[in-house]
Every structure is written in structure tokens, then in C-alpha cells.
T-cell receptor
Framework: GAVVSQHPSRVICKSGTSVKIECRSL??????MFWYRQFPKQSLMLMAT?????????EQGVEKDKFLINHASLTLSTLTVTSAHPEDSSFYIC???????????FGSGTRLTVV | EDKVVQSPLSLVVHEGDTVTLNCSYE??????LLWYKQEKKAPTFLFML??SGIEKKSGRLSSILDKKELFSILNITATQTGDSAVYLC??????????WGAGTKLIIKP
């Protein structure tokens, strides 16, 4: 089945540094990738929609200069958290749309902790 | 504003019980409704519902969509401790974006 590989699964970084999260579609082409964050005991919050070869569309309240999304190829989308702060600590998940039957597939998520 | 509301927010039952989880939605240009199970990591897909009134089944789980009343239910029969998880529903809008509910935390006691 269609798999999205997300790395790293867990990262701890210092305040002020940048962290890059990668999502790769392994056996299909993901023209559209969705990026979510999830706070403890809360649902997924859509951050942005990225389309291959074009600029990402960010949801209201999400800083595009802080959360840089690049979707340079049909199999790779990246999210870079720039100048990370402790409040950026969260669970980040990517998702790619599949087809009418199976809907969407998710990466395994990245647990980011900023200290 | 698009929104999805799930109820109850949490539920504790005993093994063997049957549970019904609810999901109502208000989404512009609705396309479909999805159910996911989330344990420790990313959600795992359960069902995608696009047509009203057609029940989808997978083992002890089943789900149905009512597009007139704008809701869906997820049933789990003969529950097992392994069913303990957060169950999320999401409505897909015209841009193929998922509007997520807050989830129902289900705890199955032995």
C-alpha cells in the first residue's frame, strides 16, 4: 500500500535553532501534502497544504516565515521549523491524499521538543 | 466556518460492550467523511464514507453516513482492550482538506 515515510520520528533541539522534518512518499507520487500539528489530547490542526512545484497555502494563524514548507518533488515535502521556541514543541504529521477509496495516508509523525 | 463535532469526548466501557461514536459536521462543499483510529502515533485509516445510508463494515467495526442530517456514526461491537484509542473523524472539503473533530477517547476495561 501507499506509504509516507516521515523523519525524524523524534527530535530535541535548543531554542533558536531550526529543525527540518521530511516526508517522502515511497511508492506513489504525492502531488499534494498536508502538514498538521497536534498538541497533547487535542485533534490534528491543519497548518498548510503544499503542492509540488508551487508555494504552500498556510492556514490562518500559521506563520509562513516560521514554518517553511518545500515541496520540490512529487515524492518529497519538507517542513522546517525556524528559530524554534519551546511553544513549538508538538507532534507534527504529514499526510498525502491517495484516492477515492483509501482517502489519505499519514506519516508516522515527528515529536518535536524544544528546550 | 467549517467544523466537525464528535461525541462523546471520552467513553469508558467494559470488554464485550458495544459502543457508538458520533460525528456531526458542517462543511462547505462536503466531499466525504473519514474515520481514523489513533493510538500513540499517526492515525490509521478505518473508513471513508461518501454515500448516504450505505454501511461500511470491517470486522467488528462499522460506520454509516447520513448526508441529510450531516452526521456519521462508528460502531464497535464486542469491544476488546485493543480497541482502546482515540477515534477521529474528519470531513473532506472541496479543496481536499480534512476538517478534524476533537476525537473520542475510548477506554475498554478488561
Amino acid at each position: 500500500g501507499a506509504v509516507v515515510s516521515q523523519h525524524p520520528s523524534r527530535v530535541i533541539c535548543k531554542s533558536g535553532t531550526s529543525v527540518k522534518i521530511e516526508c517522502r512518499s515511497l511508492d506513489f507520487q504525492a502531488t499534494t501534502m498536508f502538514w498538521y500539528r497536534q498538541f497533547p489530547k487535542q485533534s490534528l490542526m491543519l497548518m498548510a497544504t503544499s503542492n509540488e512545484g508551487s508555494k504552500a497555502t498556510y492556514e490562518q494563524g500559521v506563520e509562513k516565515d516560521k514554518f517553511l514548507i518545500n515541496h520540490a518533488s512529487l515524492t518529497l515535502s519538507t517542513l522546517t521549523v525556524t528559530s524554534a521556541h519551546p511553544e513549538d514543541s508538538s507532534f507534527y504529521i504529514c499526510s498525502a491524499r491517495l484516492d477515492r477509496i483509501y482517502g489519505y495516508t499519514f506519516g508516522s509523525g515527528t515529536r518535536l521538543t524544544v528546550v | 466556518e467549517d467544523k466537525v463535532v464528535q461525541s462523546p469526548l471520552s467513553l469508558v466501557v467494559h470488554e464485550g460492550d458495544t459502543v457508538t461514536l458520533n460525528c456531526s459536521y458542517e462543511v462547505t462543499n462536503f466531499r466525504s467523511l473519514l474515520w481514523y483510529k489513533q493510538e500513540k502515533k499517526a492515525p490509521t485509516f478505518l473508513f471513508m464514507l461518501t454515500s448516504s445510508g450505505i454501511e461500511k463494515k470491517s470486522g467488528r467495526l462499522s460506520s454509516i453516513l447520513d448526508k441529510k442530517e450531516l452526521f456519521s456514526i462508528l460502531n464497535i461491537t464486542a469491544t476488546q482492550t485493543g480497541d482502546s484509542a482515540v477515534y477521529l473523524c474528519a470531513a473532506v472539503n472541496s479543496n481536499y482538506q480534512l476538517i478534524w473533530g476533537a476525537g473520542t477517547k475510548l477506554i475498554i476495561k478488561p
